[in-house]
């Protein structure tokens, strides 16, 4: 299973980014697809979460309101939709899935397979 990250980067505060998660084949289908983040020195965040079938999205409790979580079906993709950017969300944001879709929807330690990591600056 591999997963690619883009469209991380670097923006000031209050601006938006967009985050792409893309896998190789239909993989997603009955799994959980979730965004969790490192800022250096910190612990592994949940972020974001969406069971692809069916849709149910989750969210830590630090971005709530401010992010998105979507997917794409015909893209096979699953997408951040990051607003209202502050500087503590500058991280490195990592997509993992996993066959385990109802437990540990918040923890990493639930997901198998995960993407390189794409680098979120927010500035200031």
């Known amino acids: 299973v591999q997963l690619v990250e883009s469209g991380g980067g670097l923006v000031q505060a209050g601006g938006s980014l967009r985050l792409s998660c893309a896998a190789s084949?239909?993989?997603?289908?009955?799994?959980?697809v979730g965004w969790f983040r490192q800022a250096p020195g910190k612990e592994r965040e949940f972020v974001a979460a969406?069971?692809?079938?069916?849709?149910?999205?989750y969210y830590g409790d630090s971005v709530k309101g401010r992010f998105t979580i979507s997917k794409d079906s015909i893209q096979n993709t699953v997408s951040l939709q990051m607003d209202s950017l502050i500087p503590e969300d500058t991280a490195v944001y990592y997509c993992g899935t996993s066959q385990v879709v109802l437990s540990g929807i918040r923890d990493g330690r639930y997901y198998a397979n995960w993407g390189q990591g794409t680098q979120v600056t927010v500035s200031s």
């Open positions: 969406i069971i692809w079938n069916g849709g149910h999205t």
């Open positions: 084949g239909r993989i997603f289908n009955n799994r959980k």
